[in-house]
C-alpha cells in the first residue's frame, strides 16, 4: 500500500465512527518501487492530499527525512520537494503491517501490500 | 443457462479463488476483452486531456483493467473483494494500488478524492444476496452514496456490466438516482448479442448530456453523397472499429506503437493511399 492511498483511506464506513481518519499506520516491513516522476501529477494530488496527516504517516514508518513541517509558499516550483513527496507518496509501499481506526480501534491488517478492509455486516452502517 | 452467470453459482470472494484467478488473469481472450472496455469505459469518462488523474477501480481483479488507466497516463486505486485475484495483480507487478473490500460495504475512501471511477464486469455481483444478512437493494445504495461522496465534484462514475434483466438494471440506475446521481446507460451495439455492451455512466453535478452509445450505423450519418458513403461505411466494420487497411486503422496503429515508444514516421498525405498503377 502506497502512501497516496493512506492518504485517501477512511473508516467511516463503521458504524458510529464519523470521519474515521487519519488512519493510525504501523508498519513491519515496507518497500521502495521505483514509480515514474510526473511533476504535474504531484501537483495536481497536493490540494488534495492531507499534507500533516501524509507527513504524520512518513514519519510513523520513518521516511519523512527531509520532508519539510509545512508546505512552503513556492511548492509548486521546488521541485526537490516535489521529488521527494513522490517519493514519499508513491515510491515507498507497506507490505505488511496494519491499519488503526482513529475512533473505533478497529484493526486493519496489511499483508502483501494489500490492507483488508473486509468488515462485517453488523460493523457497517 | 442460469449456471452460465457466475454470480448465480457463489460469492465472489469465494468464486474467484486461486485457480479460477490464474485462469480468469491468463486467458487472453478475456485480456482482450476486458482492455477494450476498460478503453470504451474511459472514452466515456471523458477526463479533461493531458491531465494525469486519479482513477478508482471498483472491482480491479488482478488489474487487467487497470494496465490499460496506467497506459493511459494516470493513476488508479483498486478495490475488489477476492484475494487470490489481487494476490494475482501484485505478482503481475501492477502499477496501481490494492484494497480488499466488499464494495457493498461502500467506498472506504475521504470526500472527493478521485476523479473518476470505472467498473469493469463488477456490478451484476452486487444484485445477489450471499448471506441472509445482506440486503442488494440496501448494499447497491451504501455502495452509490459512497462512490458519489469519493468522487470529486463533476467527476463520472463508469460501469461496464453484464444486467440479467430490464429489472436488474432498473434498480441499479434507481438506486444510484437516490444516491444523487445523474445519468443512465449508455448501450453499445444494442442489437447484436455478441457485440452488445452495456455502460452506466453516472455524474455528478450540473446536467450533462449522456454519450451516445455506438451502433453498427455510427460514422455514417451526415454523409449526403452515396459514393461517399459507402466509402465511410466501408472504413468502420460492424463494432465501429476502423477496417483493416483504412487509413484510420493505420493511424490508430501508429499511435499505439508510439504509446509504445516506438520511432515512428509521421502521416503524410500520402498515408494509407493506394498505389497508382501505370
Given at each position: 500500500?502506497?502512501?497516496?492511498?493512506?492518504?485517501?483511506?477512511?473508516?467511516?464506513?463503521?458504524?458510529?465512527?464519523?470521519?474515521?481518519?487519519?488512519?493510525?499506520?504501523?508498519?513491519?516491513?515496507?518497500?521502495?518501487?521505483?514509480?515514474?516522476?510526473?511533476?504535474?501529477?504531484?501537483?495536481?494530488?497536493?490540494?488534495?492530499?492531507?499534507?500533516?496527516?501524509?507527513?504524520?504517516?512518513?514519519?510513523?514508518?520513518?521516511?519523512?527525512?527531509?520532508?519539510?513541517?509545512?508546505?512552503?509558499?513556492?511548492?509548486?516550483?521546488?521541485?526537490?520537494?516535489l521529488?521527494?513527496?513522490?517519493?514519499?507518496?508513491?515510491?515507498?509501499?507497506?507490505?505488511?503491517?496494519?491499519?488503526?481506526?482513529?475512533?473505533?480501534?478497529?484493526?486493519?491488517?496489511?499483508k502483501?501490500?494489500?490492507?483488508?478492509?473486509?468488515?462485517?455486516?453488523?460493523?457497517?452502517? | 443457462?442460469?449456471?452460465?452467470?457466475?454470480?448465480?453459482?457463489?460469492?465472489?470472494?469465494?468464486?474467484?479463488?486461486?485457480?479460477?484467478?490464474?485462469?480468469?488473469?491468463?486467458?487472453?481472450?478475456?485480456?482482450?476483452?476486458?482492455?477494450?472496455?476498460?478503453?470504451?469505459?474511459?472514452?466515456?469518462?471523458?477526463?479533461?486531456?493531458?491531465?494525469s488523474?486519479?482513477?478508482?477501480?471498483?472491482?480491479?481483479?488482478?488489474?487487467?483493467?487497470?494496465?490499460?488507466?496506467t497506459?493511459?497516463?494516470?493513476?488508479?486505486?483498486?478495490?475488489?473483494?477476492?484475494?487470490?485475484?489481487?494476490?494475482?495483480?501484485?505478482?503481475?507487478?501492477v502499477?496501481?494500488?490494492?484494497?480488499?473490500k466488499?464494495?457493498?460495504?461502500?467506498?472506504?475512501?475521504?470526500?472527493?478524492?478521485?476523479?473518476?471511477?470505472?467498473?469493469?464486469?463488477?456490478l451484476?455481483?452486487?444484485?445477489?444476496?450471499?448471506?441472509?444478512?445482506?440486503?442488494?437493494?440496501?448494499?447497491?445504495?451504501?455502495?452509490?452514496?459512497?462512490?458519489?461522496?469519493?468522487?470529486?465534484?463533476?467527476?463520472?462514475?463508469?460501469?461496464?456490466?453484464?444486467?440479467?434483466?430490464?429489472?436488474?438494471?432498473?434498480?441499479?440506475?434507481?438506486?444510484?438516482?437516490?444516491?444523487?446521481?445523474?445519468?443512465?446507460?449508455?448501450?453499445?451495439?444494442?442489437?447484436?448479442?455478441?457485440?452488445?455492451?452495456?455502460?452506466?455512466?453516472?455524474?455528478?453535478?450540473?446536467?450533462?448530456?449522456?454519450?451516445?452509445?455506438?451502433?453498427?450505423?455510427?460514422?455514417?450519418?451526415?454523409?449526403?453523397?452515396?459514393?461517399?458513403?459507402?466509402?465511410?461505411?466501408?472504413?468502420?466494420?460492424?463494432?465501429?472499429?476502423?477496417?483493416?487497411?483504412?487509413?484510420?486503422?493505420?493511424?490508430?496503429k501508429?499511435?499505439?506503437?508510439?504509446?509504445?515508444?516506438?520511432?515512428?514516421?509521421?502521416?503524410?498525405?500520402?498515408?494509407?493511399?493506394?498505389?497508382?498503377?501505370?
Open positions: 500500500m502506497k502512501l497516496l492511498t493512506h492518504n485517501f483511506l477512511s473508516s467511516k464506513f463503521l458504524k458510529g465512527v464519523t470521519t474515521g481518519y487519519p488512519l493510525l499506520l504501523v508498519a513491519t516491513q515496507k518497500e521502495v518501487k521505483e514509480h515514474e516522476f510526473n511533476a504535474d501529477f504531484v501537483k495536481r494530488m497536493l490540494p488534495k492530499v492531507d499534507y500533516t496527516a501524509c507527513r504524520t504517516a512518513a514519519e510513523s514508518i520513518g521516511e519523512a527525512e527531509g520532508l519539510p513541517t509545512e508546505v512552503g509558499d513556492m511548492w509548486e516550483e521546488n521541485e526537490d520537494f521529488r521527494k513527496l513522490h517519493r514519499v507518496l508513491l515510491e515507498v509501499e507497506v507490505t505488511e503491517g496494519e491499519l488503526q481506526c482513529p475512533e473505533s480501534g478497529r484493526k486493519f491488517p496489511i502483501n501490500g494489500i490492507p483488508n478492509m473486509l468488515a462485517n455486516e453488523d460493523e457497517v452502517e | 443457462m442460469a449456471s452460465k452467470r457466475p454470480e448465480h453459482l457463489g460469492p465472489p470472494e469465494l468464486f474467484y479463488d486461486e485457480t479460477e484467478s490464474q485462469k480468469y488473469s491468463s486467458n487472453s481472450h478475456i485480456i482482450a476483452i476486458q482492455a477494450e472496455m476498460t478503453e470504451r469505459a474511459m472514452e466515456l469518462l471523458a477526463l479533461p486531456e493531458d491531465n488523474a486519479l482513477i478508482l477501480d471498483v472491482g480491479c481483479g488482478s488489474g487487467l483493467s487497470g494496465e490499460v488507466v497506459d493511459a497516463g494516470h493513476m488508479w486505486i483498486g478495490m475488489d473483494i477476492s484475494l487470490p485475484m489481487l494476490n494475482v495483480a501484485v505478482e503481475r507487478e502499477s496501481g494500488d490494492l484494497i480488499l466488499d464494495m457493498g460495504h461502500g467506498v472506504p475512501f475521504k470526500a472527493g478524492t478521485f476523479d473518476g471511477a470505472i467498473s469493469i464486469s463488477a451484476q455481483w452486487l444484485c445477489h444476496a450471499n448471506a441472509s444478512d445482506q440486503n442488494p437493494r440496501k448494499r447497491l445504495l451504501r455502495f452509490f452514496q459512497s462512490l458519489y461522496a469519493s468522487l470529486a465534484r463533476g467527476a463520472r462514475a463508469v460501469f461496464q456490466f453484464y444486467p440479467e434483466n430490464s429489472d436488474q438494471s432498473e434498480l441499479i440506475t434507481q438506486q444510484a438516482v437516490k444516491a444523487g446521481f445523474s445519468g443512465g446507460l449508455v448501450i453499445d451495439f444494442p442489437n447484436s448479442s455478441k457485440a452488445k455492451k452495456v455502460f452506466l455512466v453516472l455524474m455528478t453535478g450540473g446536467p450533462q448530456q449522456l454519450p451516445k452509445g455506438l451502433s453498427e450505423e455510427s460514422g455514417s450519418h451526415h454523409v449526403a453523397n452515396a459514393g461517399r458513403r459507402t466509402f465511410a461505411m466501408a472504413s468502420r466494420d460492424k463494432k465501429g472499429k476502423p477496417s483493416k487497411g483504412s487509413r484510420a486503422w493505420i493511424e490508430s501508429k499511435e499505439r506503437a508510439r504509446k509504445q515508444g516506438k520511432d515512428v514516421k509521421e502521416s503524410s498525405k500520402y498515408t494509407g493511399r493506394k498505389r497508382r498503377r501505370l
